[in-house]
């Protein structure tokens, strides 16, 4: 699937890295909100996500299945969640940060940023494959459900 013009960025410092994407998506935020909060649907609108399995709630862990790292389960905690605005979850070497923000005219601005790191990242960077084809296509599935939902309910 085509990302259309969704580009993540990635910015590399020696005891760490970290990486963002951003899109506008023609849907109301409860609909975007019900996508990121819903774990168990994931896999279903999400190609970058093999399963999620847990509660997505403040102080909840979960565990992922990504593609980039298959046969790995990123054991998680849910840090916060502050309704149809932020939602982190991360564990002692990073954290993802997802915000929405209105744009006005029935468009909300997804944010989804990736902070890793610590004192010992130098010596196993290398090992991590880049996340932005990942966090683009994670951007354009979220795009593509929330906005398919939004028309559908007109």
């Known amino acids: 699937m085509a990302t259309q013009n969704i580009k993540a960025n990635t910015e590399r410092k020696t005891f760490g890295r970290t990486t963002s994407v951003s899109t506008d998506i023609r849907a109301e935020r409860a ?10 649907d994931y896999p279903r609108w999400n ?25 790995r389960t990123f054991k998680l905690t849910v840090k916060e969640l502050k309704d149809q605005q932020r939602l982190q979850w991360g564990d002692s070497q990073g954290n993802r940060l997802y915000t929405l923000t209105n744009s006005g005219s029935g468009t909300v601005t997804f944010t989804m940023t990736e902070t890793i790191g610590g004192l010992i990242f130098p010596l196993y960077a290398k090992h991590i494959p880049s996340f932005d084809q990942s966090f683009e296509q994670f951007a354009a599935d979220l795009k593509k459900e929330a906005e398919t939902i939004q028309n559908f309910n007109k």
């Not at 609909?31 to 168990?40: D, E, P, Q, R």
């Not at 190609?47 to 046969?71: F, M």
């Open 31 to 40: 609909i975007v909100w019900k996508l990121l909060t819903a774990a168990s």
């Open 47 to 71: 190609s970058t996500i093999i399963s999620i399995d847990g509660n997505i709630a403040e102080g909840e862990k979960i565990k992922l299945k990504s593609t980039l790292a298959p046969k």
